[in-house]
């Protein structure tokens, strides 16, 4: 067909909420042409391949291209463009993901039907019009939205398939099948079937899809009444006049909780009844594989086809969103299904695609299970903190001994040690975004130095007595005491850069033993630079809070080689008699001295930090 500007002899007037593919199969049906003629009628033509109308028309139809079809068909350019998707592009996300950028092909999302949508046949049937009588019923744009699943006005569940090929079968493909065929109802599946003989050409199915499925009743659940009322509450959400970006960010809750419960079955087995429960088991087996060559072999992003699964498992994502305990419901899912680092979960790396487009509360909810922030400067940028009333600086390297004991000792089991650590870094990361290493290294904690939990997988902690689901709880009840602090906070940074390379005077150290009682064996007491080097340690450990193995070594690093080596043979032995519960007499009185001292040197330091901080003020 010749392209021309000049309108048909006769048009077709579309439907409300018919989509660009339904206009285009019934007004080719009534001029005996095919869709791609009628593309070529039009300025789409430099749009389209060959052979095939491109993926892109249902999505929104640039100016120019709308001005040629409507004058083409005898309608208005908002009629025209009313037949795509873009009026819900900026409430539904997978919508502008799929929207090609200048000079970038098409790439849809999974959470859209474009070449298979599903239908509801009392729709195609029509209305009873005489236009509908011949050309049949439209196919509405909404059930190009996997959000679809029932149709409301017949109260019966969206078919997914042909009832005589079976096809689509989950198979993407284009706009229209079979586009250049002219001979097809627009009820008519146009998916094509092998031929029987090598001699034949390929033919369309061409089974009608406007007539009542013939399985037994049994096979065809209908919707219950709460299903059709969740249904009309996601309708609701595409047209009402409720905030774009609020309605936005549900949608993307709702398609990542959704594939927190496929990701993670069947550990959700039990949000659903034993028909759903089934299909919800076949469906994740088929998209995530079940070849048992590897959990993380196929970690994909779609929603069911079969409208009664997609239906259960929205509903079921859409409970679970409601629940006042979201961020405890999200790591039993997470850290039951998985024995591997939470940011490395199938569920984390889906969350991680979409984490800029959801809430708030699901990102903070979600922040234990998949330790991710939001990120700024761009998809490779760096990450961005959580909304936390304390700073970095006011966490110790080591966690406040009674932080620990009244949020943490609980649940460490053997791991208290690995529990204080991992909680200090995860706190200040909290804080300050970024990485956990960054974090680490706020604290003065290098990675060649420690391995943090969190890096680690769940059995090393469960193995260790500690559950890491209860350590989420206590962390995230510790940070919300901190968020109003009972006393000042303490600038734990402000104190580690005070004592960087810092060790104890000679004089000051004379002045320290000089205190110590006097005993027979006090002559035989070793007080020279080693042991001042520990006992510096020691100070360190409490003015800072810190480990021990972390703190600086300047005495030592200053000795030749030879001596450094010594040193370092005796200074686990040396640091024990320091640290040990029950130390010996002349450690105890060592003890008490510097731990006076450490409180003198505490308030000197912490004076110079009000002050600095006054005159930053």
């Keep these: 067909m010749r392209r021309t500007t000049d309108p048909l002899p006769r048009s077709l007037e579309s439907v409300s909420g018919e989509s660009v593919v339904s206009y285009l199969l019934r007004l080719g049906h009534r001029l005996s042409l095919s869709p791609l003629d009628l593309i070529r009628a039009t300025d789409w033509a430099e749009r389209a391949h060959t052979h095939h109308v491109p993926s892109s028309l249902l999505l929104d139809l640039p100016r120019p291209q709308a001005e040629a079809f409507a004058r083409l068909t005898r309608q208005t350019v908002e009629e025209i463009s009313a037949l795509t998707l873009a009026q819900w592009r900026d409430r539904y996300p997978p919508i502008a993901r799929s929207a090609p950028g200048p ?63 079976g096809q689509p079968h989950d198979t993407p493909g284009r706009l229209i099948q079979r586009a250049n065929d002219h001979t097809l109802h627009p009820a008519q599946c146009r998916w094509t079937i092998d031929a029987q003989t090598q001699k034949r050409k390929s033919r369309a199915c061409g089974g009608r899809l406007d007539q009542p499925f013939t399985q037994p009743a049994t ?54 009844d034993t028909d759903a429960a089934e299909r919800i088991d076949l469906y ?41 305990d979201l961020p405890e419901i999200l790591s039993d899912f997470v850290i039951a299904a998985f ?68 949020h943490l000792a609980s649940c460490s089991g053997s791991a208290s040690k690995t529990v204080r650590r991992t909680a200090a870094v995860r706190l200040v990361q909290w804080a300050m975004g970024g990485s956990q290493d960054e974090a680490a290294s706020f604290l003065g904690i290098t990675s060649a130095q420690a391995h943090f939990a969190a890096r680690g997988d769940a059995r090393r902690w469960l193995r260790a007595g500690c559950d890491p689901v ?3 709880k206590a962390l995230r009840a510790l940070a919300t005491e901190l968020q109003t602090p009972r006393r000042p906070p303490t600038d734990y940074r402000h104190r580690r850069k005070a004592l960087n390379d810092w060790v104890l005077s000679v004089d000051d150290w004379d002045a320290l033993i000089s205190d110590l009682p006097r005993s027979p064996y006090s002559t035989h007491v070793d007080f020279g630079d080693r042991k001042r080097q520990t006992a510096s340690i020691y100070v360190w450990t409490l003015v800072t809070q810190g480990e021990h193995v972390f703190a600086p070594h300047p005495l ?17 032995t040396t640091w024990f008699q320091f640290a040990r519960p029950d130390p010996m007499r002349h450690y105890a009185d060592l003890r008490q001295n510097l731990t006076k001292y450490a409180e003198r040197l505490s308030r000197d330091i912490d004076m110079t930090a009000s002050v600095t901080h006054g005159a930053k003020a």
């Design 284 to 324: 994740s087996r088929t998209l995530h594989g079940d070849t048992g060559k590897g959990q993380y072999q196929r970690v994909r992003d779609a929603p069911p086809r079969d409208a009664i699964a997609c239906g259960a498992l929205l509903m079921a994502a859409d409970r679970l969103l409601s629940r006042e």
């Design 219 to 272: 096979a065809q659940p209908q919707p219950a009444a709460d299903t059709l009322r969740f249904q009309q509450t996601l309708l609701d959400r595409l047209t009402a006049p409720a905030s774009a970006t609020e309605t936005s960010e549900y949608f993307t809750d709702l398609r990542l909780t959704a594939a927190l419960i496929s990701t993670t079955w069947p550990q959700g087995w039990h949000l659903f």
């Design 556 to 572: 030592e690093a200053a000795q030749p080689a030879t001596v450094q080596q010594q040193w370092a043979k005796r200074r686990n």
């Design 470 to 472: 209860e350590f989420d």
């Design 103 to 165: 000079g970038h092909r098409t790439r849809l999302d999974a959470w859209l039907f474009v070449s298979s949508p599903r239908f509801c046949p009392s729709c195609l049937a029509g209305d009873g019009t005489p236009a509908q009588q011949v050309h049949g019923g439209p196919w509405h744009k909404l059930w190009h939205l996997p959000v679809v699943f029932t149709c409301i006005k017949h109260r019966t569940y969206l078919k997914a398939d042909c009832p005589d090929c």
């Design 339 to 406: 024995k591997n680092r939470p940011s490395r979960t199938p569920w984390a790396l889906v969350f991680d695609r979409h984490e800029n487009a959801c809430s708030e509360r699901l990102r903070q909810a979600s922040e234990p299970v998949t330790r991710s922030f939001r990120r700024v400067n761009g998809p490779r940028g760096v990450r961005a903190p959580l909304q936390t009333v304390y700073r970095a600086e006011h966490i110790p390297a080591f966690l406040e001994p009674d932080w620990y004991q009244r």
